[in-house]
């Protein structure tokens, strides 16, 4: 529900745990879920990437493999 949404953001925050909440209007249900899954799934993307190998000590990047 709702409220229980809301109060393990509260406990999440009070423990320091870095997190993003959003409460958007509409029910949990298919309509909602069509509408944003785009943008969950983008979210989703960004945070489970690959991080960009580091670049070699001059400055020219590395190709991805790392080598």
Known sequence: TLGQNRALRHV??????????R???????????????GESLAWLARRVAPAAPPAAADGTPRPAGGS
């Not at 009070?14 to 993003?20: I, R, T, Y």
């Not at 409460?23 to 298919?30: F, I, L, Q, S, V």
Request: proline share 8%.
């Open 23 to 37: 409460e958007r209007p509409g029910a949990h249900d298919w309509r909602y879920w069509r509408a944003h899954v």
């Open 12 to 21: 999440l925050r009070g423990a320091g745990v870095p997190l993003e909440y």
